[in-house]
């Protein structure tokens, strides 16, 4: 498909740690296009942030080895790249937005210096009053009320929501093709949350841009995402688009992600959760990695599942699917 913006295919991601190989992702395939809300969703220690910082260039050269698989960004192969290289696309092409806004800013310096220098970064030739209308123009896009004066802050003196809405302008003042926001409100209250996942949405329309919303929580991909990828132990086990995956869930693991959403458990008492945990991923994993938890398993689920497709973008692997494949 030509609308391909990103495409990521049988991806590794393996960390040498002190207590050997943790082998992070273990052939992640996940694809975004053009202008779409793609939302990264799976319970803690799945994968979802090597995800996006291996996309950014990001992940630590000493111990992270990255590799076999592929990373394009349009045709263009990302995987094996130099810093060098990367640094023209990160930021530029591709832009991060995490959870805690304080990383993307410096203390010391005024948030108009701020977004300034990010304008500068990426637009040298632009002259100094068009770097000021630009700055003003950004801290507006992101609903901050009063930009003049949002621009003569420091940053300890905005609330955390405010301090993300900065981020997201700095963010965007490079005018990215592709947005990656790891978990962007979690440090935020409720009403903050849904006020900056809105305004992602609406900035990710209006500018036609591509977002991968990295997130834990299937209420926010529920709400937001036009498609969804499910990750579980280092694989993308199940991914479509959001419509057709809430009206056919395939894989069990999908299925009890979302009757973990507080809507799903309203009037039947307890909360359900997943019984277990995850699996080390130091040790070696054969066949699914989810068969342990799974009410569904069999012998077959020794061996790991061929990929299967559903509908159109409707992906996922497992040896038992619970919806329509199961008919
Ligand atoms: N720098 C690192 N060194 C060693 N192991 C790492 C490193 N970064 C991540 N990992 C491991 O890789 C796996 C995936 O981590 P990742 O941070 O991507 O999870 P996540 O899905 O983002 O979880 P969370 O929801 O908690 O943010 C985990 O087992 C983690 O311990
Ligand atoms: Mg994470």
Redesign the pocket.
């Given at each position: 498909m030509s609308d391909v913006v990103v495409a990521i295919e049988d991806l590794h991601v393996t960390?040498s740690?002190p207590r050997g190989e943790?082998r992070?992702l273990r052939g992640v395939s996940l694809e975004v296009r053009a202008g779409r809300m793609v939302c990264l969703i799976?319970?803690?220690?799945?994968?979802?942030?090597?995800?996006g910082r291996a996309l950014m260039g990001l992940l630590?050269a000493h111990?992270?080895r990255i590799g076999p698989g592929s990373m394009r960004l349009h045709q263009e192969e990302l995987l094996g790249k130099s810093e060098s290289a990367m640094r023209s696309i990160r930021g530029r092409r591709i832009a991060m937005i995490f959870q805690d806004p304080s990383r993307a800013l410096n203390p010391t310096r005024r948030i108009g210096d701020q977004v300034g220098e990010a304008i500068k970064i990426h637009f040298p030739e632009r002259r100094p009053s068009a770097v000021r209308s630009k700055v003003l123009e950004h801290l507006d896009s992101v609903k901050l009320p009063d930009a003049a004066r949002v621009a003569k802050k420091y940053p300890h003196e905005l609330s955390g929501g405010m301090r993300q809405r900065v981020a997201i302008a700095m963010a965007l003042s490079a005018e990215p093709e592709v947005l990656v926001a790891d978990?962007p409100t979690t440090a935020l209250d409720v009403t903050t949350q849904v006020q900056i996942l809105d305004l992602l949405r609406s900035l990710q329309r209006s500018r036609g841009m591509s977002v991968l919303l990295?997130t834990?929580d299937m209420g926010v991909a529920a709400h937001y995402a036009d498609d969804v990828a499910v990750?579980y132990a280092g694989r993308v086990v199940e991914r479509a688009p959001a419509a057709e995956l809430f009206a056919d869930v395939e894989m069990p693991y999908t299925q009890a992600l979302l009757e973990s959403l507080p809507s799903a458990r309203a009037g039947r008492g307890a909360l359900q959760t997943i019984p277990g945990g995850p699996p080390d991923?130091a040790l070696g994993i054969s066949g699914c990695a989810f068969a342990p938890r799974c009410r569904f398993v069999t012998s077959q689920c020794k061996q790991q599942p061929a990929t299967r497709e559903v509908a159109g973008g409707h992906v996922f692997e497992c040896w038992h699917p619970v919806g329509k494949e199961s008919r």
């Amino acid at each position: 498909m030509s609308d391909v913006v990103v495409a990521i295919e049988d991806l590794h991601v393996t960390f040498s740690t002190p207590r050997g190989e943790v082998r992070a992702l273990r052939g992640v395939s996940l694809e975004v296009r053009a202008g779409r809300m793609v939302c990264l969703i799976g319970e803690s220690g799945s994968g979802k942030s090597v995800t996006g910082r291996a996309l950014m260039g990001l992940l630590p050269a000493h111990s992270a080895r990255i590799g076999p698989g592929s990373m394009r960004l349009h045709q263009e192969e990302l995987l094996g790249k130099s810093e060098s290289a990367m640094r023209s696309i990160r930021g530029r092409r591709i832009a991060m937005i995490f959870q805690d806004p304080s990383r993307a800013l410096n203390p010391t310096r005024r948030i108009g210096d701020q977004v300034g220098e990010a304008i500068k970064i990426h637009f040298p030739e632009r002259r100094p009053s068009a770097v000021r209308s630009k700055v003003l123009e950004h801290l507006d896009s992101v609903k901050l009320p009063d930009a003049a004066r949002v621009a003569k802050k420091y940053p300890h003196e905005l609330s955390g929501g405010m301090r993300q809405r900065v981020a997201i302008a700095m963010a965007l003042s490079a005018e990215p093709e592709v947005l990656v926001a790891d978990e962007p409100t979690t440090a935020l209250d409720v009403t903050t949350q849904v006020q900056i996942l809105d305004l992602l949405r609406s900035l990710q329309r209006s500018r036609g841009m591509s977002v991968l919303l990295i997130t834990h929580d299937m209420g926010v991909a529920a709400h937001y995402a036009d498609d969804v990828a499910v990750m579980y132990a280092g694989r993308v086990v199940e991914r479509a688009p959001a419509a057709e995956l809430f009206a056919d869930v395939e894989m069990p693991y999908t299925q009890a992600l979302l009757e973990s959403l507080p809507s799903a458990r309203a009037g039947r008492g307890a909360l359900q959760t997943i019984p277990g945990g995850p699996p080390d991923l130091a040790l070696g994993i054969s066949g699914c990695a989810f068969a342990p938890r799974c009410r569904f398993v069999t012998s077959q689920c020794k061996q790991q599942p061929a990929t299967r497709e559903v509908a159109g973008g409707h992906v996922f692997e497992c040896w038992h699917p619970v919806g329509k494949e199961s008919r």
